[in-house]
């Protein structure tokens, strides 16, 4: 199963950037401020602009995908549950257009198939709604 | 000349019903059960041609139903019911040899033609 722990692992992506950004701005910062003889002051100054310019984009995306993680779940969820009152709607449509519980006239078969359509409509905005939905021959 | 019988399993009493109408109108007899334990018990009593399991349900989900029916028949033609697919429980009903799937929002009537045809070759390796 996957492991579907987004939040955590976006923490320690965080994380990592983080430290990442902090030793690097460290390291440039001290290498600038020897080679131009600059005060430690402008040091300091040097590293926080280093580390602001790497860690935001970073923690921006990670921060997107984390929210489009948790719609995405949400919709899936709300998607999966409204499939099955549409499956028995569409199967008590059919059974009756089939005659099985028996017989029907014109008017009432052409309603129940406008019924039955706009119910595939429906089933069909979901399966849009939720990516990669659907069957997968096996 | 007997009807041949197919176990439901679903925990949606609709869904359940509307199945169960059309596999009869279709010359089946149905059994059904709601949940994992009823599922098992029927199967051992009514020994049914084919099996419909649902694959989300509380307690005993299909794919833990499918491996211990596995256990004791691998040839019998069962089913997955699903709403949707994903590749997570297609992989598993496949390990434990699904003979297919049912798409809820599918027409039924095509899906029972895909029953009737595993229940054939089924019956044919068996030598019935």
Same mark, same amino acid.
């Given at each position: 199963?996957?492991?579907?722990?987004?939040?955590?692992?976006? @923490?320690? =992506?965080?994380?990592?950037?983080?430290?990442? *950004?902090?030793?690097? *701005?460290? #390291?440039?910062?001290?290498?600038?401020?020897?080679?131009?003889?600059?005060?430690?002051?402008?040091?300091?100054? #040097?590293? &926080?602009?280093?580390? #602001?310019?790497? *860690?935001?984009? =970073?923690?921006?995306?990670?921060?997107?995908?984390?929210?489009?993680?948790?719609?995405?779940?949400?919709?899936?969820?709300?998607?999966?549950?409204?499939?099955?009152?549409? @499956?028995?709607?569409?199967?008590?449509?059919?059974?009756?257009?089939?005659?099985?519980?028996?017989?029907?006239?014109?008017?009432?078969?052409?309603?129940?198939?406008? =019924?039955?359509?706009?119910?595939?409509?429906?089933? &069909?905005?979901?399966?849009?709604?939720?990516? &990669?939905?659907?069957?997968?021959?096996? | 000349?007997?009807?041949?019988?197919?176990?439901?399993?679903?925990?949606?009493?609709?869904?359940?019903?509307?199945?169960?109408?059309?596999?009869?109108?279709?010359?089946?007899?149905?059994?059904?059960?709601?949940?994992?334990?009823?599922?098992?018990? +029927?199967? +051992? !009593?009514? /020994?049914?041609?084919?099996?419909?399991?649902?694959?989300?349900?509380?307690?005993?989900?299909?794919?833990?139903?499918?491996?211990?029916?596995? /256990?004791?028949?691998?040839?019998?033609?069962?089913?997955?019911?699903?709403?949707?697919?994903?590749?997570?429980?297609?992989?598993?009903?496949? +390990?434990?040899?699904?003979?297919?799937?049912?798409? +809820?929002?599918?027409?039924?009537? !095509?899906?029972?033609?895909?029953?009737?045809?595993?229940?054939?070759?089924?019956?044919?390796?068996?030598?019935?």
């Amino acid at each position: 199963m996957k492991n579907n722990n987004i939040p955590a692992r976006i @923490a320690g =992506a965080i994380f990592l950037i983080i430290v990442i *950004a902090i030793i690097t *701005a460290g #390291i440039c910062s001290k290498t600038i401020s020897d080679v131009f003889q600059l005060p430690p002051m402008a040091e300091y100054i #040097i590293a &926080g602009v280093i580390i #602001i310019l790497l *860690a935001c984009p =970073a923690i921006f995306v990670l921060f997107i995908r984390l929210i489009s993680g948790v719609v995405k779940k949400y919709i899936g969820t709300i998607a999966h549950d409204l499939k099955t009152p549409l @499956a028995i709607t569409k199967e008590s449509i059919n059974l009756v257009l089939d005659k099985i519980p028996g017989p029907i006239n014109e008017d009432q078969a052409r309603i129940l198939t406008t =019924a039955k359509n706009n119910v595939d409509r429906l089933a &069909g905005m979901i399966d849009v709604a939720r990516p &990669g939905a659907g069957i997968k021959k096996p | 000349m007997t009807k041949k019988k197919v176990l439901i399993v679903d925990d949606e009493v609709d869904f359940l019903e509307m199945l169960k109408l059309r596999l009869e109108a279709n010359n089946y007899a149905v059994v059904t059960a709601r949940d994992g334990n009823d599922a098992l018990e +029927k199967f +051992k !009593k009514e /020994k049914p041609a084919a099996v419909l399991l649902d694959i989300l349900m509380p307690g005993m989900d299909g794919l833990d139903i499918l491996k211990k029916i596995r /256990k004791d028949d691998t040839k019998i033609p069962v089913f997955i019911i699903t709403a949707f697919s994903n590749e997570e429980r297609f992989r598993v009903a496949n +390990k434990f040899n699904a003979s297919g799937f049912i798409v +809820k929002t599918n027409d039924l009537q !095509k899906e029972i033609q895909n029953i009737t045809a595993a229940i054939g070759i089924s019956e044919d390796f068996k030598g019935k």
